[in-house]
């Protein structure tokens, strides 16, 4: 196989979706298919020189024509910004890609489909769901997703559309840290209860997609393996620093 | 490509104090140590859990928890460097060579396969083990290795990308022929050299 090569993509139009997350919308001319679940490397490259990489996800369905990127500004990063304040419209972004070939979903794996993000946990979940969409499949599939308040939830209007006219698909949220008045949905973190409560039993043999932080994505794959998932059908992916010194 | 194209705005931040001589291409350093799995942290008790050397050796070995944890210790400080971009400076483990681990089982394959708990695997050219360039290691920063950073015991392998640091790790197969290993299979180079810049296939 060839290399993947570095190659421009243009910005064709963005989305705010919270206050901290942004989602680009890409035109990359000789965009290879990609899976559902796959990421990109994205260069920055300043007038010196200088360069910055980092991994984003895919949010966008492979059968999307541009590609979407969605990215969560963290407080102390240094491409994220970026990405998320500075990057406009006309303006060109360098990646390669698409890379990972593990926490990757296609609608002929099927189902029952679980998954479980944490904040922008959910865009490679997102670009599953909207494959799932895009190909017309009715695999059974539930999100359930972790959010600190209702002004945090990324892709929450698709979402609630998607899931209005799929009797297939049903979401859950749980928000952690505030919620609005009069709030149905969950009021705390995933723990074994919630998941006992909202995910697939253990049979038909599940598939089941974790992303987020790293203390929530550890917790849930803890928990499903003790309800009776199957260990090698829970695919993990995983971000952010681990709390502690190591 | 494109060797000119600027990020327009982009400046960058330079505020590192890291020697850039210890930072691969594309990477950058980070003060936390995140975490990266495929799957569910397993939790195998001490009391079961073995280690395993065999394949093509001349006397294949096992020692349990104890024996093990009673083989010649080395303290190991190191630059460790993962796919996903961020690095770790001056690591600090403590744990066995493979060469300790090796020599009395006398291998006469070229390759080395590690399989680990929760069935991840990771390959090796015997090189890249061997020399004093690699160890199981059991401990970091002076605690016990914790579970989600591959405890009880992991394979050690800076001078490569950290994925070949296989975590959980019970049984070194040594081989003829190379078999690429999990991530080696999922679009992640055969080597892994960071210096190289060996992320993907094809790199």
Redo the contacts between chains.
């Keep these: 196989m060839g290399r993947l090569s570095w190659r421009l993509g243009e910005v064709v139009g963005s989305i705010a979706e919270t206050p901290s997350v942004r989602s680009l919308v890409l035109a990359v001319p000789g965009w290879e298919r990609h899976l559902a679940g796959q990421h990109v490397d994205v260069r920055l490259t300043a007038e010196d020189g200088y360069q910055a990489q980092r991994s984003y996800s895919i949010a966008s369905a492979p059968e999307e024509p541009t590609l979407m990127l969605t990215i969560e500004r963290l407080p102390d990063g240094e491409v994220s910004p970026y990405l998320v304040d500075e990057l406009q419209a006309g303006d060109r972004l360098e990646l390669r890609g698409p890379i990972g070939g593990y926490f990757t979903w296609q609608v002929d794996q099927g189902g029952p489909l679980l998954l479980v993000a944490g904040g922008s946990g959910v865009v490679p979940l997102m670009a599953m769901i909207r494959h799932r969409t895009a190909a017309r499949a009715t695999v059974p599939t539930r999100l359930l997703f972790s959010s600190r308040t209702l002004e945090d939830v990324i892709y929450r209007d698709e979402l609630e559309r998607l899931a209005g006219r799929d009797r297939s698909l049903e979401v859950f949220h749980t928000l952690t840290r505030r919620q609005p008045e009069g709030w149905t949905g969950f009021r705390r973190r995933i723990d074994q209860a919630l998941l006992q409560e909202v995910a697939w039993p253990s049979t038909p043999n599940p598939l089941a997609f974790i992303c987020g932080p790293t203390r929530m994505v550890e917790n849930v794959a803890t928990a499903l393996a003790a309800i009776g998932y199957e260990p090698a059908r829970i695919k993990t992916e995983r971000f952010g620093p681990t709390g502690g010194s190591s | ?2 060797a000119r ?10 505020t590192t104090a890291a020697d850039p001589s210890r930072i691969p291409p ?3 350093v ?1 003060p ?11 939790h195998t008790p001490l009391e079961q859990w073995d280690l395993i050397v065999e394949g093509q050796v001349a006397s294949p070995q096992r020692w349990t928890w104890e024996e093990f944890y009673n083989l010649p210790r080395e303290d190991i400080t190191v630059d460790i460097h993962c796919v ?2 961020w690095s770790k400076l001056d690591t600090r483990w403590e744990g066995v060579s493979i060469d300790t681990l090796l020599e009395p089982a006398d291998p006469s394959g070229s390759f080395l396969i590690a399989h680990c708990d ?2 991840y695997t990771t390959n090796l050219p015997l090189e890249d083990a061997t020399g004093g360039k690699a160890w199981i290691a059991y401990r ?2 002076d ?1 016990p290795l ?1 579970p ?2 591959g405890g009880p015991a992991r394979l050690l392998v800076p001078h490569l990308y950290f994925w070949k640091s296989a975590k959980w790790v019970r049984r070194l197969e040594i081989v003829d022929a190379d078999e690429p290993g ?2 080696e ?3 992640y180079h055969n080597r892994g050299n960071p210096w190289q810049e060996e ?5």
């Design positions: 490509m494109n194209f600027i990020s327009r705005g982009f400046k960058g931040r330079r594309g990477q950058h980070v936390d140590f995140p975490v990266l799995s495929a799957g569910p942290t397993p996903t971009k929760g069935g970091y920063n605690e914790e989600e950073h999990f991530w299979t999922a679009g992320r993907y296939w094809g790199d």
